[in-house]
T-cell receptor, first 115, second 114 residues
Framework: KAGVTQTPRYLIKTRGQQVTLSCSPI?????VSWYQQTPGQGLQFLFE???????NKGNFPGRFSGRQFSNSRSEMNVSTLELGDSALYLC??????????????FGQGTRLTVV | DQQVKQNSPSLSVQEGRISILNCDYT??????FLWYKKYPAEGPTFLIS?????DKNEDGRFTVFLNKSAKHLSLHIVPSQPGDSAVYFC?????????????FGKGTRLSVIA
């Protein structure tokens, strides 16, 4: 069974630009979550999608947005990039949201560098 | 406001000894707890979990202990091996009826010295 796939793995962007990151969850998983990891800050929750609907949102500015498609693939977009947006962006998928405790499976992440 | 705290940023342990990683939480609504392990340039890998109805869960060399009254959990690795050197994240989740996401601590970097 293929794991969670994130593309691209590495990205360099300039301040003010916008970026789109992609995540393909494990087949059959309908829940996709996005996290930002910066040095010393752990994994900070961005948002979660289930069946194309945003179910939860973390404390990030509106420049961070996402969506989920009918095949469960998800994208996140960051507009007007700032230097502080440089981070590892991780996507995680799980079989479902609600009703059952399950672990989330992570992709390898996209390393975004804003210069 | 950090709901999941890992107060030790790093830990060094001799190979063969026990590694104990600690985690504290503040939200009494959390009822499912997980540990993830992360190597550089890779995504976190699920290690072990525990539900709030238990106080211990064991999987091979890894054991997680939960003390609900103290809002504290710990991960024991015994015996520790050099390949265990990684960053370990504690995570917690609220009751699923609220569809709450995983909340992570900042991680503890474990170094196992041969």
């Amino acid at each position: 069974k293929a794991g969670v796939t994130q593309t691209p793995r590495y990205l360099i962007k300039t301040r003010g630009q916008q970026v789109t990151l992609s995540c393909s969850p494990i087949s059959g998983h309908r829940s996709v979550s996005w996290y930002q990891q910066t040095p010393g800050q752990g994994l900070q929750f961005l948002f979660e999608y289930f069946s194309e609907t945003q179910r939860n949102k973390g404390n990030f500015p509106g420049r961070f947005s996402g969506r989920q498609f009918s095949n469960s693939r998800s994208e996140m977009n960051v507009s007007t990039l700032e230097l502080g947006d440089s981070a590892l962006y991780l996507c995680a998928s799980s079989p479902r949201t609600g009703g059952m405790n399950t672990e989330a499976f992570f992709g390898q992440g996209t390393r975004l560098t804003v210069v | 406001d950090q709901q999941v705290k890992q107060n030790s940023p790093s830990l060094s342990v001799q190979e063969g000894r026990i590694s104990i990683l600690n985690c504290d939480y503040t939200n009494s609504m959390f009822d499912y707890f997980l540990w993830y392990k992360k190597y550089p340039a890779e995504g976190p890998t699920f290690l072990i979990s525990i539900s709030s109805i238990k106080d211990k869960n064991e999987d091979g060399r890894f054991t997680v202990f939960l003390n609900k009254s103290a809002k504290h959990l710990s991960l024991h690795i015994v015996p520790s091996q050099p390949g265990d050197s990684a960053v370990y994240f504690c995570a917690a989740k609220g009751r699923d009826s609220g569809n709450t996401p995983l909340v992570f601590g900042k991680g503890t970097r474990l170094s196992v010295i041969a």
